[in-house]
């Protein structure tokens, strides 16, 4: 059974910095395809940033594009974004997504066949 299970969210003053985790255990995702996600209380859940492949490119939605890093330890079958200079915008939960191969679809819910339970992050003004 694949499970994605997600860590790291909390509360944060605007400025400060987080890293949420996301540990995979069932199968590896090394050679495919990681991406973060995050949905704000009564909005549409959007994509965050993706890591892809091997060695993996990255993409990132515009909106934390130079604040967010999207990494991984393949050792360790975990995946990891780092945010930086959070803003009272990035409020959300974060969801960490997953497919074992790479494709173009990667800012789509579609495009990813497994999904954690979510993470809260919160950044105060």
């Known amino acids: 059974q694949v499970q994605l299970v997600e860590s790291g969210g909390g509360l944060v003053q605007a400025g400060d910095s987080l890293r949420l985790s996301c540990a995979a255990s069932?199968?590896?995702?090394?050679?495919?395809?990681v991406a973060w996600f995050r949905q704000a209380p009564g909005k549409d859940r959007n994509f965050v940033a993706a890591?892809?492949?091997?060695?993996?490119?990255?993409n990132y939605a515009d909106s934390v594009k130079g604040r967010f890093t999207i990494s991984r330890v393949n050792a360790k079958n975990t995946a990891y974004l780092q945010m930086n200079s959070l803003k009272p915008e990035d409020t959300a939960v974060y969801y960490c997504a997953a497919v074992p191969y790479p494709h173009s679809d990667y800012e789509f819910q579609r495009g990813y066949a497994y999904w954690g339970q979510g993470t809260q992050v919160t950044v105060s003004s």
């Open positions: 890591i892809r492949g091997s060695p993996g490119a990255t």
């Open positions: 069932g199968r590896t995702f090394n050679g495919g395809m």
